[in-house]
């Protein structure tokens, strides 16, 4: 059983417990898009949570901002002095939430969005329990998901099936959670960001209940998808 602790509180409380927004969902599903306009609106006290990864970095990507980006060995040391709240292996590389980024943010009263893979998702909830909204966001169907990813023009035709592949597995690792899920689909953006701070500002517990349809009508698309499937190993 996860531990809990009451979250009726109001936001300008400064006992409250600071709540861990976690957003999971394929990739190309508009998590960054969604933290960013949330954090804009400033309807909520939340900051983002900056990961560390061995993963090399972009040309568009800053440090500090988008990753810490660090050495493997850099990133094992911290590790080895249980320096991070979660850290998953995501496509090779790693990528972890140090606990020094999560004491800075609730050091300064924010709650903190995060942007990270299901396995951490689990992590955070099994170390923080009801402080947790679990958020999966879908798009509004696997054709949009595919053709967002395509137009953002950050993949090749390798890592799109990468992603697609991914995003099959973490459809699949949704529906088998034993964790409270609430289902955010990102159509109209400004619509989904009000709706993302309503399920963040809901009381412990009172996520939207049967994900089941939606996110099983969902792997269905995605299993008809070819682009899904296991790559053949030379690929993978
Ligand atoms: P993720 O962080 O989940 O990988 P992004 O935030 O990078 O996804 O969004 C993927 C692409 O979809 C980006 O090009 C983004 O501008 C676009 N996008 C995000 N949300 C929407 C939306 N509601 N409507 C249309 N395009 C969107
Ligand atoms: P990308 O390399 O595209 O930025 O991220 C790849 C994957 O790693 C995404 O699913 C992202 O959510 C996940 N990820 C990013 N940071 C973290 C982290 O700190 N912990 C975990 N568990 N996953 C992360």
Not at 21 to 31: A, D, F, I, Q
Not at 41 to 46: A, D, E, G
Not at 228 to 234: A, I, N, Q, R, V
Request: charged share 25%.
């Amino acid at each position: 059983m996860a531990p809990t602790e009451s979250t009726k509180t109001s936001q300008s409380d400064p006992n409250r417990a600071r709540r861990l927004v976690v957003l999971v969902g394929p990739s190309g599903s508009g998590k960054t898009t969604l933290a960013q306009r949330l954090i804009q609106t400033r309807r909520l006290n939340c900051a983002f949570s900056v990961s560390h990864t061995t993963r090399p970095r972009r040309p568009a990507e800053v440090h500090g901002q988008d990753y810490y980006f660090v050495t493997r060995e850099a990133f094992e040391a911290l590790q080895g002095a249980n320096g991070f709240a979660e850290w998953a292996e995501v496509h090779g590389n790693l990528y972890g939430t140090s606990m020094a980024e999560l004491d800075r943010h609730f050091g300064a009263g924010r709650d903190v969005l995060f942007d990270i893979d299901i396995v951490g998702a689990h992590n955070l909830w099994r170390s923080f329990g009801g402080r947790c909204r679990l958020i999966f966001v879908l798009p509004p169907s696997w054709q949009v998901l595919v053709e967002r990813l395509v137009a953002r023009a950050t993949e090749t035709e390798l890592t799109l099936r990468r992603r697609l592949r991914t995003a099959r597995a973490e459809l699949q690792q949704v529906l088998a959670s034993p964790a409270p899920w609430s289902c955010l689909v990102n159509d109209d953006l400004a619509v989904a960001v009000s709706r993302l701070a309503d399920l963040i500002d809901a009381a412990e517990g009172d996520h939207d209940g049967d994900r089941s349809p939606l996110v099983t009508a969902f792997l269905d698309a995605a299993l008809a998808d070819p682009r899904s499937s296991d790559l053949p190993s030379t690929e993978a």
